[in-house]
């Protein structure tokens, strides 16, 4: 049994560790054509450690287009709709899940059901409304949307509010608290693992999102960071130039990156909640 369990694990770490070679290899090779020559890059065999390094394409980059205004746009957009977003989403799954009022779960099944609708179906409407707004290539059609909340994390959170005694919810409010303090100092500090999971999910999915930023946003100024590197594609592709767009797209997953390796364990953290308390 002790034999056939090693081999049993011996194979399932080959299996994972030839996964992780085809999802980490992308990436190994985006870093090493960012340090190449442009000669390099279509080199065969193919070139995996460059020499000599090159690290000007990393200069180079901060002076071929609007890099340092997509990042600052980027940010800005990404933090106040989480920052906001999580607040308000957060306030809604604790009214969804501890609160009595007329047609709760009806408000909340026809709020799911806003999940089933493409987002094509409503991007012609919605541009035609924040055009009559004069809200065209401003932030706020990227920003004001997401300050009422995620529905995804409503449901996330409510579905993890379940699972919390009611008795603790009563026991407070025959002491007198009103309904925000049952909220502040009761119920959010029980859920701040699947908040903190949540936001940071949802950071990552504004910080990549391409989709919305190409409707509304026309300025070089006002363009996120990831219409920035879509611009180096369409600008330096054609001059072959791919260590330049790599130097770029590094530069983009940076910060992605950061937030993965110091908030890793509230990711994972997401997952098994979802799997256990919904």
């Known amino acids: 049994m002790k034999s056939r369990r090693r081999i049993t694990n011996t194979l399932i770490f080959i299996l994972l560790l030839i996964g992780a070679v085809f999802m980490i290899g992308p990436l190994l090779w985006m870093l090493s054509t960012s340090l190449k020559d442009k000669q390099d890059v279509f080199a065969l065999p193919p070139v995996w450690i460059p020499n000599p390094v090159h690290f000007g394409k990393y200069k180079e980059i901060w002076e071929a287009g609007p890099l340092l205004s997509g990042i600052k746009n980027s940010v800005i957009i990404a933090v106040s709709v989480t920052l906001v977003g999580t607040f308000t989403s957060s306030l809604a799954a604790f009214s ?24 094509p179906a409503v991007m012609i409407p919605q541009f035609f409304m924040f055009s009559k707004l004069g809200w065209v290539d401003t932030l706020l059609p990227l920003i004001v949307p997401g300050l009422f909340g995620n529905i995804v994390m409503i449901f996330f959170l409510r579905q993890y509010l379940s699972s919390v005694p009611n008795a603790i919810i009563e026991a ?14 009761i119920t959010f500090p029980l859920i701040k693992p699947a908040v903190a999971a949540q936001l940071i999910l949802w950071f990552m999915g504004i910080w990549n999102d391409y989709l919305s930023p190409i409707i509304y946003l026309n300025s070089p100024e006002k ?18 130039d791919y260590p330049l767009i790599m130097a770029a797209s590094i530069i983009a997953l940076l910060p992605m990156l950061i937030i993965f390796l110091v908030f890793q364990k509230q990711i994972i953290e997401s997952v098994a909640i979802s799997g256990v308390k919904g």
């Not at 363009?223 to 072959?240: C, G, R, S």
């Open 96 to 119: 969804f899940a501890k609160l009595k009022f007329p047609a709760k779960n009806k408000i909340f099944l026809l709020m799911l059901s806003s999940l089933m609708i493409p987002y």
């Open 172 to 185: 407070a409010k025959i002491d007198g608290s009103s309904y925000f303090r049952l909220y502040s100092s």
């Open 223 to 240: 363009q996120t960071l990831q219409l920035v590197i879509a611009n180096f594609n369409a600008t330096y592709a054609i001059q072959t």
